[in-house]
């Protein structure tokens, strides 16, 4: 057979297996065997193509291109890799690009040299020699270019769904099967009602979710930087911000992405007042936590960094979720407090309207001690303690009773810092005054009894 003739059954083949099916009958049964013998022709024409001398000399070439392409790319990889760790000082954004490259070098050389290939043999051969040539240069392209694209969503699973799902369907494209795809899956099909949901309708739904989703994410990350760095919006207000844009994007992201499909949303009002009644009955400490939530945002009486004290549990606020307060204590322990409870219990803001947090601490001296140089030893010694505040909030002492065997007195201070403990600080702050007390012969006095036997009593009496 000509080349001519070769290159007129490769169109025809391509042609009829571009071509669209009738139009599909009711019964899916039909539309199943339909799409079967139309990729059974498709299938058998390719085989009988494929018996042909220049098929299989394309085919070759191809294979040698990528031979070349695998001993290049092993060449330029080391190479590339050097050149990039110089790139000292570039943005991430940039070096992230590099890296994508560099991890498929070997596919971006195969489709320059494919290209290089085709473009060569057309100039110097019939164009059926380079038919298929053409088809494999197209495929690798659209492949490095969904794969390079694709690399860029963060979450592995839509990631890989929407690069498999996108190879799949440029390679239909490029084949000219797109119509016999689309016939094969309208017939795997059930309905409920008037609602025909065929496999093809849940492709295209989960394909255009995950889009819209990428999309929605990218934008709202875009924005949690932007507004997290604008200095004049509060923290409680930036964080109700951030959450309220979260809820509009996917929202927006999810209907859009239903209704795209033809999926008709007025058979969600029933949904909506099933969960209304749902909301009435059973999740009353949901809602009530979700206002509270918004309740605590608006009125800005807590806030991520500060510090709070809830019954027995002390620490400062991670994080502001819609349902509950992230607080870590200083052992590492994270406590989910839920907000209905910041909202209904006594909550403790150590850093509500300051940072200023005042400490108080109590000890004891002798009666011998001149109780005027005990006070100033004290100040003296709270003051070498780094976290101590100096003036104009400087530590001051007072005496407050007489006891049984001390003078007692208060040593009050103040530090800006609580986020750093507050146990710690008192200890410092005690090991400090140990060490004047006993630099300066203050005795810290401690209770002393004499027990006495009763038997030993009646004998001495004797």
């Known amino acids: 057979m000509s080349d001519a003739d070769q290159t007129s059954t490769l169109e025809q083949t391509a042609a009829t297996a571009g071509q669209p099916l009738p139009e599909a009958t009711p019964d899916a049964l039909s539309d199943l065997r339909d799409a079967a013998f139309s990729f059974a022709d498709f299938a058998q024409s390719i085989t009988e193509n494929l018996l042909r001398p220049w098929i299989a000399y394309q085919i070759a070439i191809a294979a040698g291109v990528f031979i070349i392409a695998h001993i290049l790319a092993a060449f330029l990889k080391p190479r590339f890799h050097n050149w990039m760790r110089a790139r000292e000082g570039w943005p991430t954004w940039r070096m992230r690009i590099l890296v994508m490259l560099h991890r498929r070098l070997r596919l971006l050389v195969y489709v320059v040299l494919i290209w290089i290939t085709v473009l060569v043999m057309r100039e110097i051969t019939w164009p059926s020699r380079s038919y298929l040539l053409g088809i494999i240069a197209n495929l690798t392209t659209a492949w490095f270019f969904v794969a390079f694209v694709t690399r860029f969503i963060h979450n592995s699973l839509l990631r890989g769904i929407i690069r498999y799902g996108a190879w799949i369907w440029v390679t239909l494209s490029i084949v000219n099967l797109t119509d016999e795809a689309q016939s094969l899956l309208h017939g795997f099909a059930f309905e409920f009602g008037t609602v025909r949901l065929s496999l093809w309708t849940v492709i295209q739904a989960v394909i255009i979710l995950a889009v819209l989703f990428a999309g929605a994410r990218f934008i709202s990350t875009v924005s949690t930087s932007t507004i997290r760095r604008n200095e004049e919006i509060s923290p409680s207000m930036q964080v109700l911000a951030i959450k309220f844009l979260q809820v509009l994007l996917y929202g927006s992201a999810f209907f859009i992405g239903i209704r795209s499909v033809g999926v008709d949303l007025t058979g969600l009002a029933f949904l909506s007042g099933a969960i209304g009644v749902g909301l009435g009955f059973g999740l009353q400490k949901v809602v009530s936590n979700l206002v509270s939530g918004i309740i605590i945002l608006l009125d800005k009486s807590i806030k991520p960094g500060d510090v709070i004290s809830l019954g027995e549990t002390f620490g400062w606020i991670n994080a502001l979720g819609a349902r509950y307060v992230s607080v870590v204590t200083r052992d590492g322990k994270e406590y989910l407090i839920p907000n209905e409870d910041l909202i209904t219990g006594q909550v403790v803001n150590w850093s509500h309207s300051s940072d200023f947090v005042r400490l108080d601490i109590f000890f004891g001296a002798a009666y011998g ?48 810092d609580p986020t750093g403990g507050l146990t710690n600080v008192r200890g410092a702050v005690f090991l400090a005054l140990w060490d004047t007390f006993k630099e300066n012969g203050i005795s810290i006095p401690f209770p002393q009894r004499e027990v006495r036997m009763l038997e030993e009593a009646e004998q001495s009496t004797k």
């Open 369 to 416: 001690d001149d109780p005027h140089k005990v006070r100033a030893l004290a100040v003296a010694a709270a003051q070498t303690v780094e976290r101590v505040l100096g003036d104009p909030r400087a530590p001051v002492c007072h005496v407050v009773g007489f006891g049984d065997s001390s003078v007692d007195y208060i040593l009050r201070f103040w530090i800006m």
